[in-house]
């Protein structure tokens, strides 16, 4: 999760806090295709397209399976370079995560599903940082049942320790995602262009009283080929030092991973 970064400077530094509260804004066919086209680039995000009923299947819309997806970098300082993500089952642990997203050599997500369908995060490690990051409750990932217009509000603790020595706690905060169905676009990679749910994350982040870190993420699915393109910006205000920063994503290819033989019996 590319916000991570963003909390993970900030609580490095000093100064002064901001109270959480996001709110859900209104969110116009042309303003999702301006915001995201900041980080993506023009004509990537294009017209409108009619909505589909509310998110039934999270799998399929994420093409929640082991593979590795290829992107091309449209922003930040690494703009140009190719970013690979990949996806496999790591098996049930304690906290109930059963899968592994890994994003480059950055980070990994620890996954699971919920009864009701919904795709949430309890935990990620961002290796650069040697954090481990764990949310309680856990962190919602894609929603189940989030119909176009809707938004849904979670609250929660994070709490983050060194990934190498996992005993070791750096730090408590606080963190608000607000989560809207922006619609449906029109999202044009080299990968092709796709029919493709636009979803809108606000997250702000309290961190020990000392920082303030604010996080835009528009994240399109494409049904049947996971996500397409992702653009981001990244606001940090840490007493007199601002730091507002973008970055982007978009399709290049995706690989399914093979299928393990089956061991026969001797």
Same mark, same amino acid.
């Given at each position: 999760?590319?916000?991570?970064?963003?909390?993970?400077? +900030?609580?490095?530094?000093?100064?002064?806090?901001?109270?959480?509260?996001?709110?859900?804004?209104?969110?116009?066919?042309?303003?999702?295709?301006?915001?995201?086209?900041?980080?993506?680039?023009?004509?990537?995000?294009?017209?409108?397209?009619? +909505? /589909?009923?509310?998110?039934? *299947?999270?799998?399929?819309?994420?093409? /929640?399976?082991?593979?590795? /997806?290829?992107?091309?970098?449209?922003?930040?300082?690494?703009?140009?370079?190719? %970013?690979? %993500?990949?996806?496999? #089952?790591?098996?049930?642990?304690?906290?109930?995560? +059963? /899968?592994?997203?890994?994003?480059? #050599?950055?980070?990994?997500?620890?996954? $699971?599903?919920?009864?009701?369908?919904?795709?949430?995060?309890?935990?990620?490690?961002?290796?650069?940082?040697?954090?481990?990051?764990?949310?309680?409750?856990?962190?919602?990932?894609?929603?189940?049942?989030?119909?176009?217009?809707?938004?849904?509000?979670?609250?929660?603790?994070?709490?983050?320790?060194?990934?190498?020595?996992?005993?070791?706690?750096?730090?408590?905060?606080?963190?608000?995602?607000?989560?809207?169905?922006?619609?449906?676009?029109?999202?044009?990679?080299?990968?092709?262009?796709? $029919?493709?749910?636009?979803?809108?994350?606000?997250?702000?982040?309290?961190?020990?009283?000392?920082?303030?870190?604010?996080?835009?993420?528009?994240?399109?699915?494409?049904?049947?080929?996971?996500?397409?393109?992702?653009?981001?910006?990244?606001?940090?205000?840490?007493?007199?030092?601002?730091? *507002?920063?973008?970055?982007?994503?978009?399709?290049?290819?995706?690989?399914?991973? $093979?299928?393990?033989? *089956?061991? #026969? +019996?001797?």
């Amino acid at each position: 999760m590319l916000f991570a970064a963003a909390l993970l400077l +900030a609580s490095t530094l000093l100064g002064e806090s901001f109270p959480a509260g996001a709110s859900a804004q209104s969110l116009s066919a042309g303003g999702v295709a301006s915001e995201a086209g900041e980080a993506l680039g023009e004509g990537v995000v294009g017209i409108a397209l009619p +909505a /589909w009923p509310p998110l039934s *299947d999270p799998d399929s819309l994420a093409r /929640w399976e082991p593979g590795e /997806w290829r992107y091309r970098i449209t922003a930040g300082p690494r703009r140009g370079q190719t %970013e690979r %993500e990949s996806l496999a #089952q790591n098996g049930m642990t304690v906290r109930g995560e +059963a /899968w592994e997203r890994t994003v480059g #050599q950055e980070y990994t997500l620890h996954l $699971r599903r919920t009864a009701e369908g919904s795709l949430v995060l309890p935990s990620e490690i961002a290796h650069a940082h040697d954090a481990l990051v764990r949310f309680e409750p856990p962190l919602t990932y894609l929603i189940a049942g989030l119909a176009p217009g809707e938004h849904r509000v979670f609250d929660g603790a994070m709490d983050v320790y060194s990934s190498s020595r996992p005993t070791m706690k750096l730090y408590r905060g606080k963190i608000r995602a607000t989560t809207v169905h922006a619609g449906v676009y029109e999202v044009a990679t080299p990968a092709g262009t796709f $029919r493709a749910v636009a979803l809108k994350t606000d997250y702000e982040i309290q961190i020990i009283a000392i920082a303030s870190v604010k996080d835009t993420l528009y994240t399109f699915y494409a049904e049947g080929v996971g996500k397409v393109a992702e653009a981001e910006r990244r606001r940090i205000a840490v007493g007199l030092l601002k730091t *507002d920063t973008k970055a982007g994503k978009v399709l290049l290819s995706f690989t399914p991973a $093979r299928p393990t033989p *089956d061991r #026969q +019996a001797p």
